[in-house]
């Protein structure tokens, strides 16, 4: 039974070690921004904001796009489009205060508590551009 004790404490330490590694990364990351923001959430940021602009371009109201065959698509780039902003919001709020270590220190610490709500927010992103994505293949039929 020692034996077993002992391969799981060496187990956690691996875990909190690779844990304490992750959260001086970020941080260290977080300190060397201009943004305040880590560089996955910088690139993350960038990719919601591209995939907005084509859900707004494909929402566009003009006469052109105003066809009922293309309502479920309207549709689904409003629903895009809201999960963008919404997430957008969500990166906002992880964002250091000022260029200190403490900022940056606080903002790691709120990424890291934050980070099952992020999952879910890359979940319903990449549902969204499912979505669009069957929703664009069935109009072209």
């Not at 990351?29 to 591209?50: R, V, W």
């Not at 890291?112 to 927010?121: M, N």
Request: glycine fraction near 2%; charge should be positive.
């Amino acid at each position: 039974m020692e034996a077993f004790a002992v391969v799981g404490l060496i187990g956690n330490i691996m875990a909190f070690i690779d844990y304490g590694q992750k959260a001086l990364s970020t941080m260290s990351s977080i300190y060397k921004s201009a943004s305040g923001a880590s560089f996955e959430h910088e690139q993350l940021k960038t990719a919601i904001k591209n995939l907005q602009d084509v859900a707004q371009q494909i929402d566009d109201p003009s006469p052109v796009h105003n066809n009922a065959a293309l309502k479920p698509l309207s549709n689904c780039a409003r629903k895009c489009q809201e999960i963008c902003k919404k997430f957008i919001e969500f990166l906002d709020s992880l964002l250091a205060k000022d260029d200190s270590k403490w900022a940056a220190f606080r903002a790691t610490v709120k990424i890291l508590r934050k980070s099952h709500e992020k999952q879910q927010l890359v979940e319903d992103l990449d549902m969204c551009r499912k979505m669009l994505n069957s929703a664009v293949l069935s109009d072209y039929r």
